[in-house]
């Protein structure tokens, strides 16, 4: 049986911390291109005080689906499987958030 050959590019830890920074990279360009002028914690603040923040960083996460396909074409299994588990991991954070 054929076994795939494993590279650094298709490792779960790849995907995590690839499916774990890309939102966190596309917030802070949402934040530079539109709200730059207004300090970053205010801006933080201003979010969650109008109940926006969990939406925005829901609609951050969505780009992962796009490295999850990438990989999954790939056939870099381990890294699509990371992505998935980063994505999961946000969809935690904010289901605890919504609840508290």
């Known amino acids: 049986m054929f076994e795939h050959k494993r590279t650094l590019h298709d490792r779960i830890l790849t995907g ?26 205010v801006y933080v603040r201003n979010l969650w005080q109008m109940k926006l923040f969990l939406k925005i960083i829901s609609l951050c996460v969505f780009p992962n689906l796009g490295f999850f396909f990438i990989f999954y074409r790939l056939k870099y299994d381990m890294s699509a499987r990371g992505v998935i588990m980063a994505t999961l991991m946000y969809t935690f954070l904010v289901l605890i958030a919504k609840v508290m």
Not at 16 to 41: A, C, H, N, Q, R
């Open 16 to 41: 995590w911390l690839l499916g774990t920074i890309v939102p966190l990279v596309i917030f802070m360009i949402t934040y530079e291109v539109k709200y730059s002028e207004m300090d970053f914690s």
